[in-house]
């Protein structure tokens, strides 16, 4: 069995209530790593060749990550709650972001992003796709260290006792999500993408493989205690919500965009 590090998730103490953390240090590290990688990629592409307007995309993209991954954990696992208590969708600090939430935030700003520059969507879907595995990776090691979304009791020798998850041992299911929908997922898409492609087809690649591999990963993690297994005995929401990405991937990569190609810069 490995020994949790005990990371203290609090960078810095700057009052009582004002504190920076891990977790918000790694959403930052996530949108630094998509701006440089987006730059990378978009350098030669006409219209991009300064920074403006990917550090305005980064912006788009930022705020739909935010505010979707917020309103959709209280839609998708905490309705009930909202609905006792409205303020709650503002108390961002007690934790609390839906991946599929930040997606459909993501989706919505990506478009207002594209009607202000007259780009079509899913070429700037394509530009974004590649760079989202490393943030999802940061991300995740943010949970890590908050010692949250922890996996299922195990007797394999790499289990962890998580603080606040009992005397058992667990799988380390946020490593899991690193090394498959963080670095495996992203050395995908990078070598995908570095070839010209159909419109959508790299944003389909990216739909289809996070929503595979996130149901995979599901068999490891504990599920939501406010729903638990719903059907089954293994069926869980995240893998419910991972299916219309699946179905939209599929679509992409078969059917859409069969004329227009996208190279990126190598």
């Not at 980064?58 to 009930?80: D, H, Q, S």
């Not at 999802?136 to 890590?144: C, I, K, P, S, V």
């Not at 087809?201 to 289809?208: K, T």
Request: glycine share 10%; net charge positive.
């Amino acid at each position: 069995m490995l020994q949790y590090p005990n990371i203290n998730p609090v960078i810095l103490h700057i009052t009582d209530t004002l504190q920076i953390r891990w977790y918000g240090v790694m959403y930052l590290i996530g949108f630094m790593a998509a701006w440089v990688l987006i730059r990378y990629r978009t350098k030669t592409l006409p219209g991009w060749e300064t920074t403006q307007r990917v550090s305005d995309l980064i912006f788009y993209t930022a705020l739909g990550v935010i505010l979707g991954g917020r309103i959709g954990y209280m839609l998708f696992y905490a309705l009930p709650d909202w609905f006792a208590s409205p303020s709650e969708i503002f108390k961002i600090w007690q934790g609390g972001m839906s991946f599929h939430g930040g997606l459909i935030g993501v989706f919505i700003s990506t478009w207002f992003f594209c009607r202000h520059y007259q780009e079509p969507f899913w070429k700037v879907a394509d530009i974004i796709a590649p760079s989202i595995p490393l943030g999802l990776a940061a991300g995740r090691f943010g949970n890590f260290i908050n010692g949250e979304l922890w996996g299922r009791v195990t007797d394999v020798p790499w289990a962890m006792v998580f603080p606040h998850a009992g005397p058992f041992g667990r799988h380390p299911s946020q490593l899991y999500a690193i090394l498959l929908e963080g670095l495996l997922l992203f050395m995908i898409l990078w070598a995908y993408s570095a070839k010209a492609r159909r419109t959508g087809q790299v944003a389909g690649l990216f739909l289809l493989g996070y929503g595979c591999i996130r149901i995979f990963e599901e068999f490891f993690r504990q599920p939501d205690p406010q729903y638990g297994y719903l059907a089954f005995g293994w069926l869980t929401m995240g893998q419910i919500l991972c299916l219309p990405m699946i179905i939209l991937g599929l679509y992409l990569m078969s059917c859409f965009g069969k004329q227009s190609k996208l190279c990126f810069a190598k």
